[in-house]
């Protein structure tokens, strides 16, 4: 069975401090994606980035960062100086290559305060 | 890019009616999908479709059809509603396999009084 958990059900930081956000997955596939989402107060979900199990390198987009390391199965996210248009709730997501859907994460709702 | 519209923002409708939630997408995607979202539970799927007509269940079904007459448009039905599927509602939509990304509408919240 697949499963996304999300331990941190909420997070508070203060603009401009670092922020990671815990994904921890589990599948017995070998090919596997893992997303992340970011879901707005205006509640539609946007695609933030896409990763297959055989790419293990971490990516940098802007002030956003995935760490994906299968030893440990997990996808962290990691915000950097983070800003208050940052506050959403972000949801890690896992689909599997015999199942057509994709499983969620709880979802972590990130308030960054000014 | 790629456009997913829900008919309805906020919805709220009383024990008992058949509801309609509609859902279109422009990019001709095969597969779409209906999620509800629920505080500490994420999403989870109700049904979801990969061709015109074709439908399959997902993790909750009960209580729920769907209908996908055309390719675009993905509707899901609640026969008689009741308090418990007071939730909000996300349709999906997806080009093809595991490869490519879901994008969603802006949902749709429910209340059934």
């Known amino acids: 069975a697949q499963k996304v958990t999300q331990a941190q059900t909420e997070i508070s930081v203060v603009e401009k401090e670092d922020v990671t956000l815990d994904c921890v997955y589990e599948t017995r596939d070998t090919t596997y994606y893992l997303f992340w989402y970011k879901q707005p107060p205006s509640g539609e979900l946007v695609f933030l980035i896409r990763?297959?199990?055989?790419?293990?390198q971490n990516e940098i987009s802007g002030r956003y960062s995935w760490n994906f390391q299968k030893s440990t199965s997990s996808f962290n996210f990691t915000i950097t100086a983070s800003q208050v248009v940052d506050s959403a709730v972000y949801f890690c997501?896992?689909?599997?290559?015999?199942?057509?859907?994709?499983?969620f994460g709880a979802g972590t709702r990130l308030t960054v305060k000014p | 890019d790629v456009k997913v519209t829900q008919s309805s923002r906020y919805l709220v409708k009383r024990t008992g009616e058949k509801v309609f939630l509609e859902c279109v997408q422009d990019m001709d995607h095969e597969n779409m999908f209906w999620y509800r979202q629920d505080p500490g539970l994420g999403l989870r799927l109700i049904y979801f479709?990969?061709?015109?007509?074709?439908?399959e269940k997902g993790d909750i079904p009960e209580g729920y059809s769907v209908s996908r007459e055309k390719k675009e448009r993905f509707s899901l039905i609640l026969e008689s509603a009741s308090t418990n599927q007071t939730s909000m509602y996300l349709c999906?939509?997806?080009?093809?396999?595991?490869?490519?990304?879901?994008?969603f509408g802006p949902g749709t919240r429910l209340t059934v009084l």
């Open positions: 990763r297959n199990s055989f790419d293990e």
């Open positions: 997501a896992l689909s599997v290559s015999n199942n057509n859907d994709m499983r």
């Open positions: 479709s990969y061709d015109v007509k074709m439908k």
């Open positions: 999906a939509s997806r080009r093809g396999g595991l490869t490519d990304t879901q994008y």
